[in-house]
């Protein structure tokens, strides 16, 4: 087994580990209400889901090249970015359109963590 990926696993285990500790004391405290924190959580599941369909479209362009089928899953990925943003504007009550915000943080980060994924691959 690698030492480099079980060093990455349980450095990513325990910032989970430490993020949801914080944001579960946060919300006990009611610093946080549930619609901020249901927010939270889709916008980092759309920023993941974006970031793993975006080795996708890679992937099949390489395969296909060609630009319109690109251009229509590019379209797609910004759905993936868009669609929950404009469901919060219209359902404040249940989600909350800062956490959605805040969850795209890791849009941010892609390029390096792309680019870390792509070099570590053929560590």
């Given at each position: 087994?690698?030492?480099?990926?079980?060093?990455?696993?349980?450095?990513?285990l325990?910032?989970?580990?430490?993020?949801?500790?914080?944001?579960?004391?946060?919300?006990?405290?009611?610093?946080?209400?549930?619609?901020?924190?249901?927010?939270?959580?889709?916008?980092?599941?759309?920023?993941?889901?974006?970031?793993?369909?975006?080795?996708?479209?890679?992937?099949?362009?390489?395969?296909?090249?060609?630009?319109?089928?690109?251009?229509?899953l590019?379209?797609?990925?910004?759905?993936?970015?868009?669609?929950?943003?404009?469901?919060s504007?219209?359902?404040?009550?249940?989600?909350n359109?800062?956490?959605?915000?805040i969850?795209?943080?890791?849009?941010?980060?892609?390029?390096?963590?792309?680019g870390?994924?792509?070099?570590?691959?053929?560590?």
């Amino acid at each position: 087994m690698n030492l480099k990926k079980v060093k990455l696993f349980f450095l990513y285990l325990t910032t989970s580990i430490l993020v949801f500790f914080v944001l579960l004391t946060l919300l006990l405290l009611k610093k946080i209400n549930y619609p901020w924190l249901v927010g939270y959580f889709l916008g980092i599941a759309c920023c993941w889901s974006g970031f793993f369909y975006n080795q996708f479209i890679i992937r099949k362009f390489i395969i296909n090249l060609d630009p319109f089928f690109y251009s229509t899953l590019l379209i797609l990925k910004l759905g993936i970015y868009i669609v929950p943003f404009l469901i919060s504007l219209y359902l404040q009550n249940f989600i909350n359109p800062i956490g959605i915000i805040i969850g795209y943080n890791g849009i941010i980060f892609a390029p390096f963590i792309n680019g870390w994924i792509k070099v570590s691959r053929f560590l």
